[in-house]
């Protein structure tokens, strides 16, 4: 697999690009902008603020990624962030994915809903996907969604249910539409199981400073004052912040609930892993290598591809055996989540 860690800028010969590929996965690449071989089959994706290795969700996408290059053998391509980049950045890192001949071309998170825009319309015969955004469309482009509400109200549910001194936190990243999104599912939930409970919430920065998805001692910072003012279990949203958040409230013996991977399994919280109740989870793995199993078989999707609560697309990690054993959360989670799928329950998407 093939791991761009610095795009060139335009103009540069393919041979500076070259420089700028690191192996990944203990592969070596000496890939240039001219290097692939028309009829391989490749497929990439851009991360996200924070990278690959934030625990999260861009390792979500990679985790889909590297099941297509096993099963559906292909070569996959990863190119990496920089921070402070601008909007020039994403498209030409985006060009240059598309121009090596990847397909689909995958951007993940809403930050590349514009350059995705504008490099989908040079690239016609590319499918692109972007993830947690449905505001550029087009007829190579495939969104990939997901109803983060409602996975959120579960772990209000489960937040509820396992307080003890009936205050809950959650950490938000940004302030943006899409995580106000799992702070609404979450309070909703909250509040529908426990109505005298209270939710402090916090966001770690305000667009366009986009720090509070990146830096582990904001989310620290954050959990340590809502840990303060009496909570017991901290839901984040926070990319890599968020691991930040998990250590602070797992240090001080509470309980952390995780986003978007099951972060009890992820090797890098390994440490704090007894303490992270659930995880809210989004199947990202399994939109991307649907996407890309798409474009192979000759059928790629376009225009919103939805995973809500019904086809597990959203959920809760069970992987704690402390969680397996409270049976009473648990029975108060399954009830939801069937009230939910049967529409008895509308979950906000806005708090």
């Not at 999260?56 to 559906?72: M, Q, R």
């Not at 996907?129 to 505001?135: K, Q, V």
């Not at 209000?156 to 936190?169: P, R």
């Not at 799992?182 to 920065?205: I, R």
């Amino acid at each position: 697999m093939r791991r761009i860690t610095r795009i060139a800028t335009v103009g540069l010969a393919s041979a500076a690009l070259a420089l700028s590929a690191t192996a990944c996965g203990g592969k070596k690449s000496s890939d240039t902008a001219s290097s692939t071989d028309s009829a391989e089959k490749s497929a990439a994706i851009a991360y996200d603020i924070g990278g690959r290795g934030d625990q999260s969700f861009n390792d979500a996408a990679y985790a889909g990624l590297e099941k297509a290059e096993k099963d559906l053998k292909i070569k996959g391509a990863e190119a990496e962030p920089t921070e402070g980049e601008s909007e020039a950045d994403k498209v030409q890192r985006l060009t240059e994915l598309a121009r090596k001949g990847n397909n689909p071309v995958i951007g993940v998170g809403f930050a590349y809903a514009p350059a995705i825009k504008k490099v989908a319309a040079k690239f016609p015969n590319t499918t692109f996907g972007l993830i947690d955004d449905t505001s550029v469309t087009d007829k190579n482009i495939a969104n990939l969604v997901f109803n983060e509400e409602q996975g959120s109200y579960l772990a209000g549910v489960a937040a509820a249910k396992a307080s003890k001194s009936g205050t809950v936190g959650f950490i938000g990243g940004v302030e943006v539409p899409l995580i106000k999104k799992f702070e609404a599912g979450f309070t909703q939930g909250v509040k529908d199981t426990n109505p005298n409970a209270k939710v402090l919430s916090t966001y770690l920065s305000q667009p366009p400073d986009f720090s509070g998805f990146a830096k582990p001692d904001l989310g620290k910072a954050a959990a340590k004052g809502q840990l303060d003012g009496g909570a017991d279990v901290v839901y984040s949203a926070a990319g890599l912040a968020g691991s930040g958040a998990i250590e602070a409230t797992a240090t001080a013996g509470k309980w952390a609930i995780g986003v978007d991977s099951d972060q009890y399994n992820q090797a890098g919280l390994a440490k704090y892993k007894d303490k992270i109740l659930t995880s809210v989870t989004k199947d990202v793995s399994g939109a991307v290598y649907n996407l890309i199993k798409s474009v192979q078989d000759g059928k790629p999707q376009s225009g919103e591809v939805r995973y809500g609560l019904d086809a597990n697309g959203v959920g809760l990690a069970p992987s704690n055996p402390e969680y397996k054993n409270m049976a009473d959360v648990i029975a108060a989670v399954e009830k939801a989540k069937a009230d939910i799928i049967a529409k008895k329950i509308t979950v906000k998407t806005a708090p």
